[in-house]
Structures are given as structure tokens and as C-alpha cells.
């Protein structure tokens, strides 16, 4: 019986190690919360790895980020030059290839919203506030309108 409970505990860890990052996912998309609280959290509960799992979890959510962008061109931060442009008129062409590039300069709006500091209150409305900032964040309201249906906070 030990043996088998021994060989139980080695295959729940391998999986473990390989997917308890996929659950960290809404926490991060929770404003309260976001990647600054699961680094906390894995440090605590993982001294000497909970680094190497916080960067595997960021390259997850970046992963995410780009899949959602260069699959939907409704998520797109940076914007198209006009076609009003395509008149031969070099001064605003220049000018809309300056404005375009300096939007793509900009950071994206997953590192602007991970900048921020987690919200705090008790009375705090995930869902209230993602509809509020949905076009703050476009291309991550996407995201997390697909990923909240794990979220423990909507089930308490």
C-alpha cells in the first residue's frame, strides 16, 4: 500500500509542477489581485523556485496576450494608418507613419495594466469593473471575459 501511495505522490507532483500555473491565470486577469499577488503567494509557498515559476507564469499570460492579439484584429492596440492617406499627400502620411510608430513604442495594454497597483476594498466588483475598463484594456477584457469562468471569487 505504501508503495502505491508513494508512486500516486510522485505522478500528482510531476502534473502538479506542470499545471498548477494554468489556475494562476484568472487571479492574475482579477484586479485586486494580479500577478504581484501570485508572486507573493509562490514565494511564500515556493522559496527557492517560486521565481522560476513566477516567470513561467508571466511567459504564459504574455503567450496568452499575443495568441488573443494576432488572432482577433478587434483586440489590436496599435492602429492602422487611415485610408484617407492613400491620397498623394506626403505631410500626413509622414505624420500618421509617426503617429503609428509612436503607438507601437507604447507599451501594450498588458503592461500597463500589470504596472498598476491591485485595487483595494472589500466591496470590490470584478465584473463591474472589467465592464468599466473594457475599453482601457481591450484586447485583455477579451481575455478575461473567456478565463473568469474559473475565477473562485465569482462563486462566493
Known amino acids: 500500500m505504501i508503495k502505491v501511495l508513494k508512486e500516486m ?6 502534473y ?3 499545471s498548477h500555473t494554468t489556475p494562476c491565470i484568472p487571479v492574475v486577469f482579477d484586479p485586486s489581485f494580479k500577478l504581484k499577488f501570485v508572486d507573493f503567494v509562490f514565494s511564500k509557498a515556493f522559496p527557492k523556485i517560486g ?24 483586440c ?13 499627400n506626403d505631410a500626413w502620411m509622414e505624420w500618421y507613419k509617426k503617429v503609428s510608430n509612436d503607438q507601437t513604442r507604447r507599451s501594450t495594454d498588458l503592461d500597463r495594466y500589470l504596472d498598476e ?9 470584478i465584473i463591474n ?5 473594457a475599453t482601457k484594456y481591450p484586447t485583455l477584457s477579451y481575455i478575461t ?8 471569487r465569482l462563486y462566493l
Open 117 to 125: 497597483d491591485p485595487i483595494q476594498g472589500e466591496e470590490f466588483d
Open 51 to 74: 521565481k522560476e515559476k513566477i516567470v513561467r507564469l508571466e511567459k504564459l499570460v504574455s503567450g496568452l496576450f499575443s495568441t488573443y492579439t494576432s488572432g482577433n484584429p478587434m
Open 9 to 14: 505522490k510522485k505522478k500528482f507532483n510531476k
Open 16 to 18: 502538479w509542477n506542470k
Open 129 to 133: 469593473w472589467w465592464m468599466d475598463n
Open 145 to 152: 471575459r473567456d478565463c473568469m469562468l474559473f475565477h473562485p
Open 76 to 88: 489590436e492596440y496599435t492602429q492602422q494608418i487611415p485610408s484617407v492617406c492613400s491620397v498623394n
